[in-house]
């Protein structure tokens, strides 16, 4: 019996991946070119002046797919959330260009962006600094429907007790206050928000970070089945492959600032290019001791570098065990290997002489980066135009940087 629902299981599995690898194909729901954002660094007691920038997102470009899961993972400081915010532009990025659903979003006004901001819809990193503490839930569910004018069939009341019950909480508890709340409810609550407005987008911000594991499936197959139920799009950041590698139909991996691979997922965990994706993949524990002892693992070592001033040439060569001169001084351009997989690094690893031979520069390859393929070839670095993906790109780039 439990064999039958075993095979039952995976055969659902296949389907849906099935589905979502053509899903893949759908209409652009989401793109990001060329994104970029730098923080200015203050200093200063009377006046404030700007010393420096943060380099929180340089240079970051993603397509998302209608109906795709893309995942995206880095460790801590690597820009996922400021990434996230300008994809629905919660924040205005310095430079590149945000695209929904055909439109350009990248500079429009508040108003313009009510309309948007309803279709795409973020879930904040942090379940409980997002949820007004002074708020019961049924407000907080509640409010944003009545500000994008969603009534609900039987009003707002009765709508916010079904989305609750949807997200697994229990109608009943509608009057009560955050705190009264669990911390997996909490990020129930955030997700039952979003879903309030009926988006078309939810980027979801380290949705089960902050959970248990076991709560963490329940929050990851509670968004499954909404993603099935709601047609919805997504984009799942992370900083640990561990949680986005049964979600996402393809994978970006960050690196200060940096797209450094994106990937189909499968594709990502069997043969990954970069080393620092290798790095990732090896911190995920494997619950057999011997094999866990048995595998190789790429280590590395130290912090990552600091943001307002970035190592030249590729970013992660002062951690990276397969560092030489070439990535010291040249940032490396993504590279198109075989299956739509991107990878930006100088010695690529897991990847075939023939691979390396055809290997291309992507579009989606930063525009700084150089035109030095790991195949030895030099292509040429596209220019900036005047607007729309890097439009002045490099131009803006030398007024905002420091000095
Ligand atoms: N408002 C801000 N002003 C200045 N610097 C900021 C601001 N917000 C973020 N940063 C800096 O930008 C960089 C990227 O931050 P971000 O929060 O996007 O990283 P993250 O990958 O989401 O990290 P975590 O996994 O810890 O959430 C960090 O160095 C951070 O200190
Ligand atoms: S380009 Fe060099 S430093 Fe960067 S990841 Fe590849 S081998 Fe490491
Ligand atoms: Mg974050």
Redesign the pocket.
Known sequence: MSEERNQGAAETQELREAARSLAGTGKPMLEAEHVQ?Y???KKGILVDRTIGH????DDCSIALREGETLGIV????????????CMVRLLEPTAGVIRFRGTDITHLGRRKLEPIHREAQLVF?DPVSSLNPRKRVGQIVGTPMKLHGVKGQNGVEDRVRELLGRVGLNPEHINRFPHEFSGGQRQRIGVARALAVDPRLIVL??PV?ALDVSIQAQVINLLDDLQDDFGLSYVF?A?DLSVVRHVSDRIGV?YL?KIVELSPAKELYTKPIHPYTQALLGAIPIPDPEENRARERVVVGGEPPN??DPPTGCRFHTRCPHATDICKQVEPPLAEYPGGHLAACHHPQNVTEEEVTNAGRSPLSPLVAGGLLPNGKEVPVPQADTNGAGGGLAARLKRIAPG
């Open positions: 954002l923080f200015p660094v943060v380099h929180a997102v880095g460790e801590s400081g690597c820009g996922k959330s400021t990434f996230a915010r990193q911000d380290e970070s950041i900083h960050m600032g943001p307002v």
